[in-house]
């Protein structure tokens, strides 16, 4: 199973973690990214993640693979979310697991940070005064 | 040469396309970026964050081919 997963279903947190667990670990960091209710001072009520998965999925496993070899952490596993998200649901999860806690923290930092600018996933944020935007694509606009 | 070009996120909505067929002089990602936005005027205000050809990340000075699949990227928000 590939260590970077996209999914359009809620992701089981329990199974997530389970596939992570190992003996020799004495430490487990799971990070979770929910969907939050409001951005730079507007009201959010839901999300919608779109994901161009041939590029998701390849970029992903590499970012893993880069956290294992950095910080030479024993697992690691991450699932993010395509499609219409409600408040409060997982958007992202990241697990690492390892003998130590330190290279667990730093490792599981490293996949998220990464995960947020390399991967093609872009969000759309529905607010109650009925607009919708595109998150981060006001920085693209240029005057010419 | 010919190409096709896809377009995601907001690009689709400035372009009302996802993909098109495009017959082009340009030689590079950069040169062909700009000639689709002399066709959608609603790319126009947008700069391309990635760009991708044949399903790998590259350069904006890449060599293109016939028949290649150009990938426009806005910039990402994931997470």
């Known amino acids: ?36 209710d409001h951005n730079e001072g507007q009201k959010v009520l839901q999300l919608e993640y779109e994901v161009y998965e041939p590029l998701a999925l390849k970029g992903g496993q590499k970012i893993i693979e880069e956290a294992i070899e ?60 009925g607009h919708a935007e595109w998150v981060n694509c006001q920085r693209c606009a240029h005057s010419g | 040469m010919k190409f096709r070009v896809k377009y995601f996120a907001a690009f689709r909505e400035a372009t009302g396309a996802g993909s098109e067929e495009i017959d082009s002089r340009a030689t590079s990602p950069a040169e062909l970026f700009r000639e689709c936005a002399r066709r959608h005027h609603g790319l126009q205000r947008y700069s391309s964050s990635l760009v991708a050809v044949n399903d790998e990340i590259t350069g904006w000075d890449a060599e293109l081919n016939e028949n290649d699949e150009v990938l426009f990227f806005p910039p990402v928000a994931g997470g």
Not at chain 1, 102 to 127: H, N, T
Request: charged share 25%; with cysteine.
């Open chain 1, 70 to 129: 950095r910080f030479g952490v024993s697992h690691a596993h991450a699932i993010h979310r395509s499609g219409l998200m409600r408040l409060s649901e997982v958007a992202v999860v990241v697990g690492v697991s390892s003998p130590h806690r330190s290279e667990a923290f730093d490792a599981c930092r490293y996949i998220i940070d990464q995960a947020k600018v390399r991967l093609p996933i872009w969000k759309k944020e529905y607010y109650e005064n």
């Open chain 1, 1 to 36: 199973m590939n260590a970077f997963e996209i999914t359009g279903k809620a992701i089981d947190l329990q199974i997530f973690r389970e596939r992570l667990l190992d003996l020799s670990c004495g430490a487990y960091v799971q990070f979770d990214g929910w969907v939050r």
